[in-house]
T-cell receptor, first 109, second 111 residues
Framework: EDQVTQSPEALRLQEGESSSLNCSYT??????LFWYRQDPGKGPEFLFTLYSAGEEKEKERLKATLTKKESFLHITAPKPEDSATYLCAVQANGQNFVFGPGTRLSVLP | DTEVTQTPKHLVMGMTNKKSLKCEQHMGHRAMYWYKQKAKKPPELMFVYSYEKLSINESVPSRFSPECPNSSLLNLHLHALQPEDSALYLCASSQGREKLFFGSGTQLSVL
């Protein structure tokens, strides 16, 4: 069975304090790994797609990396507006998207 | 146009009411999805339509009835819901291996 776990469950950072979020997965044939940002009461907003081990994507203060078993979302010098829940999802051979439980990030000014 | 539009944004209904949630996309995506999300939980798949045909029903109770009138529209008909059905209902679309595009959701409260 395809599974996705994320750690930590919640993370509090001071503004400017860099850190990383982890997404570990067990799937039969990875077709893609996706990172989303979700604000309370809103739909998830797409951030990155990663397709193969070694791939990296960057956008502003965020950088996503992928290995054969996990992905990291690195946040460099975060700002309070980066506070949100970050969701990881995988698409496997079955083609359904499997979501992890998310990491709730709070960035304090 | 890279948007998925959901209406209404908020809905309050009684347990005997009948209501419908609507979703629209004009990106030419052939797969459309309904997800249910409870607070502090990830989205939970309910239904998938592929080329306007229901391809996945994740054992959802019959009080939820999906409909795909055409390739751009997706409806979710609600009848005799329970208070535990209160949640954020998300519509999404995708094209094959590509990412899911989500709408902003309908926040449903069942009284």
């Amino acid at each position: 069975e395809d599974q996705v776990t994320q750690s930590p469950e919640a993370l509090r950072l001071q503004e400017g304090e860099s850190s990383s979020l982890n997404c570990s997965y067990t799937v039969s044939g990875l077709r893609g790994l996706f990172w989303y940002r979700q604000d309370p009461g809103k739909g998830p907003e797409f951030l990155f797609t990663l397709y193969s081990a070694g791939e990296e994507k960057e956008k502003e203060r965020l950088k996503a990396t992928l290995t054969k078993k996990e992905s990291f979302l690195h946040i460099t010098a975060p700002k309070p507006e980066d506070s949100a829940t970050y969701l990881c999802a995988v698409q496997a051979n079955g083609q359904n998207f499997v979501f992890g439980p998310g990491t709730r990030l709070s960035v304090l000014p | 146009d890279t948007e998925v539009t959901q209406t209404p944004k908020h809905l309050v209904m009684g347990m005997t009411n009948k209501k419908s949630l609507k979703c629209e996309q004009h990106m030419g995506h052939r797969a459309m999805y309904w997800y249910k999300q409870k607070a502090k939980k990830p989205p939970e798949l309910m239904f998938v339509y592929s080329y306007e045909k229901l391809s996945i029903n994740e054992s959802v109770p019959s009080r939820f009835s999906p409909e795909c009138p055409n390739s751009s529209l997706l409806n979710l008909h609600l009848h005799a819901l329970q208070p535990e059905d209160s949640a954020l209902y998300l519509c999404a679309s995708s094209q094959g291996r590509e990412k899911l595009f989500f709408g902003s959701g309908t926040q449903l409260s069942v009284l």
